[in-house]
């Protein structure tokens, strides 16, 4: 306050003498000195009513000079009034009153702008000459915020902008030029001497990212990124959390648009259940849900430290959410039933599955049988007869025409779906007698020479009004980033012991995208299916394997001269690429760009009731066995030739 009492009174003063030029002729002088601690008491009562102490110089910001200027028109405005009201003898030249203000207005924002520039550290950011050069791509409100804190560290130095906007070509921002378009990346770090480069792009498409990044790949230097967009809208992170280029920058895609009032619709207040909730897709299932506030999140799994790890994140993150954390297996009926009867769930997202191809392959055919096939049957049943609304199945692009026993095993899963969807639908339920079910002749070993597949799962409760059967949903898509078993965890493992990196052939291709995105798509399509479509996320391009190894060893700052790729030939059941849709199948457009609905072939009520007589067997086949019976359930499989 002192600082503006005393600006107020070197602008009454300065307004005079640039009045006169400097030459102020006694009399004014007089009555300058007269009026002067009028204006100082005046103009500090009305400093102090309008707030302008509240506030922290060191971030004085467009809304405190906002207050300033309304403090110094209601003080001009003010002093003629008060010497007209109090009849002072008085004659105030009217430039005064003109000049008065701007000078006022210069003293008290110049003195707060110069104190924050101080206090961060930018106020010689000019001649600043100590700290490694940098360069930052992008010109856009996050480039010019890095810029500005970078500028109060010490270790940087920035030394300009490239952006492919015409318009900013040349401008400085923040003290800082525009010094030309992206392309012109690896002429300008070799005239500066830079080999750093920040991308602060976070609001653009991934391929425009994708572009920035391979430029600086092409001009050798070190690359750096911000953290995402909808981190740094959320406030989670701030603009300054520099970290490397990962390789969701290179692969990953454009933000999910989800229907968020149809998910909090579906899930806000309601008990969802997450097989497999300790995997990959099943884990972020679940932090998405809890998004949502269900009234209980139930987490079943099969592996005891897969359930701990996400039981403790959980209780850390979401410390008001009522998760309870079950340990169980899909094929453990007494378990399943024990769980619906207790909790009854509404949603039931089922991610519990054997998904490694090779590992399925051989040794564990039947395994892979039962666990993907009778597991899901036993846990659909399940929520069939308690009266679930909706079941979701996560299935694979791997069972479109399946080579291998893990993708035919995922495509008998969506048939069972698919039949308990269509004789629901033929024969609503509601009401059926189910009193010669039990647990174990449903669960365990289910009796299908004399019942339908709709008898089997018929509800053990009473259904709510207007229930007509639980709408079974599977959602396909391909591989997702840094999964378990995947190939990038492969690949960081190789690199970091040094090399090869083993690529099975040079031309298989994958689809790829986020463990993020393919929760929350998986999520939308549970959320708008009606019942018995199988939804198709969009995968984007395929990825060739080669290409995301080159990018990896790059990533890590390594050449392919010191880490070598060898290609050791495809492994049991792998193809060279990948398909979304079986060659019978089209597809329909959906409301949502990224989800489409794919025609699969009917299954049959007598072919469905066979296909569970065979899985719910207590036998065990061999490999052999169990791909010859694969074949006469999916006429598509084409098993690969096992090596010797």
Known sequence: MLHDVAAAALAWAGAYLLRFNFELPPAFAIEAGQTLVWV??????????????????????????????????????????????ARFDVVLPRSVLIIYPLLLLILMGGGRLTYRLWKEQTLFADIKWRGEPVLILGAGDAAVSLARELARNPSWRVVGFLDDDEDKSGTILNGVRVLGRLDELANTVQRLGVSQVIVAMPG????????????????????????????????RVSISQLRAVELDDLLGRDPVRLDEAGLLEQLSGKIVLVTGAGGSI????????????????????????????????????????????????????????????????????HAAAYKHVPLMESENAWQAVRNNVYGTWCVAACAQRH????????????AVNPTNVMGATKRLAEMVCQGLQSFFHQQPCVGRDSSRLNTNSVGMNPDLQNQS???????????????MGTKFIVVRFGNVLGSTGSVIPKFREQIASGGPLTVTHPDITRYFMTIPEAAQLVMQAGYMGKGGEIFVLDMGEP???????????????????????????????????????????NTLPTPHRKLRIAQARPVSDDECKGLLSWVGESNVYADEAVRARL??????????????
């Open 631 to 644: 074949k006469q359930w999916i006429p598509e499989y084409a098993p690969a030739p096992t090596p010797r």
């Open 204 to 235: 653009v498409s991934h391929r425009e990212r994708r572009r920035a990044i391979g430029l600086c790949g092409q001009a050798g230097v070190r690359v750096l990124t911000v953290p995402a967009f909808d981190d740094l809208l959320s406030g």
């Open 453 to 467: 597949v709709a008898e089997c799962a018929a509800p053990s409760v009473k259904p709510q009004a207007g229930w």
């Open 282 to 349: 099943g884990s972020e299932l679940c932090r998405q849900i809890a998004r949502f506030s269900p009234r209980k999140l139930l987490l079943l799994d099969a592996g005891e430290l897969a359930l701990y790890s996400i039981g403790q994140e959980m209780s850390r993150k979401y410390p008001n959410l009522d998760a309870v954390y079950l340990a169980g297996d899909v094929r453990d009926a007494a378990r399943l039933e024990q769980v619906f009867s207790e909790y009854r769930p509404v949603v039931v997202f």
């Open 387 to 398: 009266c679930a609304e909706k079941f979701v199945l996560i299935s694979t692009d791997k």
């Open 40 to 85: 100082v008491l005046s103009q500090g009562l009305i400093f102090w009513s309008l707030g302008l102490y509240r506030g922290v110089w060191r971030y004085a910001s467009v809304n405190d000079l906002r207050r300033i200027v309304w403090a110094v028109i209601l003080g001009t405005l003010a002093i003629p009034l008060m010497f007209w009201m």
């Open 543 to 585: 990825v060739r394997i080669v290409d995301l190894a080159r990018d990896m060893i790059r990533l890590s700052g390594l050449s392919e001269d010191e880490i070598k790729i060898e290609f050791i030939g495809l492994r049991p059941g792998e193809k060279l690429y990948e398909e979304l849709l079986a060659d019978d199948e």
